[in-house]
């Protein structure tokens, strides 16, 4: 999606451009210097100006619903990951209610214990990873993106390879994971919108 700054940019510097080479061009032929109407070329430049302004204040409450789509959405899959999230170390949103809304860590969740040859805590992660595909949210029309459905194809792939490999570590996931929400996160709190 292109920026509409930049195309803001990019007519009023052709603008500002053209004006200039009008300008010199006027002073090799000093008649046509004479008949310059100055109050016509700032009228011109205030009507882009004014221009740019309306285009502006129109696209501006789209920008801001856009965002807040990308907020609720975000805010969505990571209360579907909650546990997953705490299980990689990563901040999850408190469940208190005079804490709502705040980030917090919970550094007890992992469990150490082994039984037999089995690790109890990957037995968790597998569990708690097929959890959230199960709960996961779809992707909404208001947020989708090319990247976003990427990122999603990649999760899938990667929660697949932790699920069904005996040899994965809790380390190694909770660190793929937690790789997979960092940039998740990233790309939902700075959306190109």
């Given at each position: 999606m292109m920026q509409f700054d930049r195309l803001f940019l990019i007519v009023a510097g052709s603008a500002a451009i053209?004006?200039?080479?009008?300008?010199?061009?006027?002073?090799d032929n000093p008649p046509a210097s004479?008949?310059?109407?100055?109050?016509?070329l700032v009228a011109g430049a205030?009507?882009?100006?004014?221009?740019?302004?309306?285009?502006?204040?129109a696209i501006e409450p789209y920008k801001r619903t856009r965002?807040?789509?990308?907020?609720?959405?975000?805010?969505?899959?990571?209360?579907a990951a909650e546990y997953l999230r705490a299980m990689c170390g990563l901040p999850i949103h408190s469940s208190e209610e005079k804490y709502r809304g705040v980030m917090t860590k919970i550094t007890s969740y992992k469990?150490?214990?082994?039984?037999?040859?089995?690790?109890?805590?990957?037995?968790?992660m597998r569990e708690e990873i097929s959890r959230y595909l199960y709960n996961r949210p779809f992707i909404t029309e208001h947020v989708a993106s090319?990247?976003?459905?990427?990122?999603?194809k990649d999760f899938d792939e990667m929660a697949e390879n932790i699920v069904m490999n005996?040899?994965?570590?809790?380390e190694f996931a909770?660190?793929?994971?937690?790789?997979?929400?960092?940039?998740?996160?990233y790309a939902m709190l700075n959306p190109d919108i």
């Open positions: 053209g004006m200039f080479v009008g300008f010199t061009a006027g002073l004479k008949d310059v109407q100055w109050e016509t205030a009507a882009i100006f004014g221009g740019w302004m309306a285009y502006s204040g965002k807040q789509y990308f907020i609720d959405f975000h805010r969505t899959v990571n209360d469990n150490e214990e082994v039984v037999g040859e089995i690790d109890v805590s990957m037995v968790e090319a990247e976003l459905i990427n990122m999603f005996p040899e994965t570590t809790f909770a660190t793929e994971i937690g790789d997979w929400f960092k940039k998740f996160d």
